[in-house]
T-cell receptor, first 114, second 118 residues
């Protein structure tokens, strides 16, 4: 069965330092993977997606993620955190080969201090 | 990019009343829309898949008579919470799936509707 695990419920960084949000997945086929960001009381915004093309995916706002099949990981990184990056981040995986249904990780809260 | 709207953004109602939430795809047609529920500080849980012109498909544990879904057109799906109770208070988020173009099969999410039942 398909599943997604976000390894950290809360990550705290200082402004200007790197960000690493970890995500592992389990799938019986080659899934599509996404990272979404949600600011307080807001909807979801797609940061980036992997759909079997390049394994290093670049997204918006300086974020990128690398799909590592051998490690079943899709960690999200950013070289330098900004205060505006503070939000909830969800790693998402498709649960069927048609890609029509998604399951969400439990989320990681990113805090950025000045 | 594809835009999905929800209305209302926040609704407060008395226990026992029914509330309708609309989800619209503004610049594309969506044969499939999804309804999610999010409790405070928790992840999104898929409630149901809304298919244009046919019955919705509900996830296990979701009462279809409680959460009525109608997808009458290619740009509109509605979720009606019937006889709402305080435990139905939550953040409801819809998404619409793109079926053509560069964003094929990608889901675009609405901004969410906060339901508070008193």
């Amino acid at each position: 069965a398909q599943s997604v695990t976000q390894l950290d419920s809360h990550v705290s960084v200082s402004e200007g330092t790197p960000v690493l949000l970890r995500c592992n997945y389990s799938s019986s086929y080659s899934p599509s993977l996404f990272w979404y960001v949600q600011h307080p009381n807001k909807g979801l915004q797609l940061l980036l997606k992997y759909t079997s093309a390049a394994t290093l995916v670049k997204g918006i706002n300086g974020f990128e993620a690398e799909f590592k099949k051998s490690e079943t990981s899709f960690h999200l990184t950013k070289p330098s955190a900004h205060m505006s990056d503070a939000a909830e981040y969800f790693c998402v995986v498709t649960i069927n080969q048609a890609g029509t249904a998604l399951i969400f990780g439990k989320g990681t809260t990113l805090s950025v201090s000045s | 990019g594809a835009v999905v709207s929800q209305h209302p953004s926040w609704v407060i109602c008395k226990s026992g009343t029914s509330v309708k939430i609309e989800c619209r795809s503004l610049d594309f047609q969506a044969t499939t829309m999804f309804w999610y529920r999010q409790f405070p500080k928790q992840s999104l849980m898929l409630m149901a898949t809304s298919n244009e012109g046919s019955k919705a498909t509900y996830e296990q544990g979701v009462e279809k008579d409680k959460f009525l879904i109608n997808h009458a057109s290619l740009t509109l799906s509605t979720l009606t919470v019937t006889s709402a109770h305080p435990e139905d208070s939550s953040f409801y988020i819809c998404s619409a799936r793109v079926v053509s173009g560069s964003a094929y099969n990608e889901q675009f999410f609405g901004p969410g509707t906060r339901l508070t039942v008193l």
